[in-house]
């Protein structure tokens, strides 16, 4: 792939084999039409969900994964070694998420453990 600037545009070309050249044009252009459609700075009207849903912590997070994985509380809990009344008392934001607990949920149920923090 090789670029350069001609009155301020980028031309771009890319060597790619017969059979994936058209679905990589297709590609691109699909992103520049994204890329066109997009605002170039947040609507004034937007909030951060923190303000949106200000009674969700992240025990939430962890049922919903939870129950992605199609996993018991007590299953969970074994596999992090804690009780399971742990478990139901961090997804009701009883008890806190600390970050190794955190570390030891996402190992447990694929994913990364800041989204427990």
């Known amino acids: 792939m090789s670029q350069r600037r001609i009155d301020g545009r980028t031309h771009i070309l890319i060597d790619a084999p017969d059979d994936v ?3 990589l044009k297709d590609a691109v252009s699909s992103i520049i039409a994204l890329l066109d459609a ?6 004034s009207d937007t909030i951060p969900w923190t303000e949106a849903f200000p009674d969700r912590h992240p025990g939430h997070v962890l049922a919903g994964a939870r129950y992605r994985e199609n996993m018991t509380q007590k299953a969970l809990s ?13 997804e009701h934001g009883r008890r806190p998420i ?5 570390k030891r949920l996402a190992a447990a149920l694929g994913t990364s453990y ?3 923090l």
Do not use: Y
């Open 21 to 23: 050249a058209d679905r």
């Open 38 to 43: 997009a605002p170039d700075k947040p609507d």
């Open 78 to 90: 074994a596999l992090v070694g804690c009780r399971p009344s742990h478990i139901s008392e961090m």
């Open 98 to 102: 600390g970050k190794d607990m955190a």
């Open 114 to 116: 800041k989204v427990f």
